[in-house]
């Protein structure tokens, strides 16, 4: 079974400052796709960013990316120029071919003025 | 197309009653999943559907849950004799079939389940 883990619950940062959420995950795959989610407060869940694992190349979505490193099944998000309208639950995802994703805790994300 | 659509958005039941939940995916998307997300936990995969097939589910769907996808359109998903522990936001996404994995899932707002 493939499990996800985000070891931050809760992160905070300065706006404008740039934040790293981490996140890692277990599978025996070789084939799959990571995702990272945002859920604003009583909002729904949107698609920030998506990796998938064939690719050596980080993704980069504006002022998202992140650092895949497949071997040590870590895929991490950095925030570059952090907006209030960042500060929401940021969910990593795993699936395999849009099989049952899988979620992670989420780590809640504030953006300080 | 305007996405993920989710009705009601919240619904106040009593414990032992029944209650019905709609979602409308996007039209050209085959898959459409289940998950249950408690306060401050991430989505909790139930059960997905290509078309009009129920392919997977999970076993936190109990025998007092069940799901359709008549024609492969909306689906529903009925939670008989409630229980407070039922309480919770049930999410509904959808996405294109295999082999797209890279794009992800669209999800609606979410119906927001209160048992009293």
């Known amino acids: 079974a493939q499990t996800v883990t985000q070891s931050q619950p809760e992160m905070s940062v300065q706006e404008a400052e740039t934040v790293t959420l981490s996140c890692t995950y277990d599978?025996?795959?070789?084939?799959?796709?990571l995702f990272w989610y945002k859920q604003p407060p009583s909002r729904q869940m949107i698609l920030v960013i998506r990796?998938?694992?064939?690719?050596?190349q980080n993704a980069t979505e504006n002022r998202f990316s992140v650092n895949f490193q497949k071997a040590a099944k870590s895929f991490s998000l950095k925030i570059s120029d952090s907006q209030l309208g960042d500060t929401a639950m940021y969910f990593c995802a795993f699936t395999k071919r849009n099989n049952d994703m899988r979620f992670g805790a989420g780590t809640r994300l504030t953006v300080k003025p | 197309d305007t996405g993920v659509s989710q009705n009601p958005r919240h619904k106040i039941t009593k414990r032992g009653q029944n209650v019905t939940f709609r979602c409308d995916p996007i039209s050209e998307h085959n898959r459409l999943y289940w998950y249950r997300q408690t306060l401050g936990q991430g989505p909790e995969f139930l059960t997905y559907?290509?078309?009009?097939?129920?392919?997977?589910k999970s076993r936190l769907l109990s025998d007092r849950f069940s799901a359709e996808r008549p024609k492969g359109s909306f689906s529903t998903l009925e939670i008989q004799r409630t229980e407070q522990g039922d309480s919770a936001m049930y999410l509904c996404?959808?996405?294109?079939?295999?082999?797209?994995?890279?794009?992800?899932?669209?999800f609606g707002s979410g119906t927001r389940l209160t048992v009293v």
């Open positions: 990796q998938e694992a064939y690719k050596q």
């Open positions: 996404a959808s996405s294109l079939g295999p082999g797209q994995g890279a794009d992800g899932y669209t």
């Open positions: 599978t025996s795959e070789s084939n799959y796709y």
């Open positions: 559907f290509q078309n009009e097939a129920q392919l997977e």
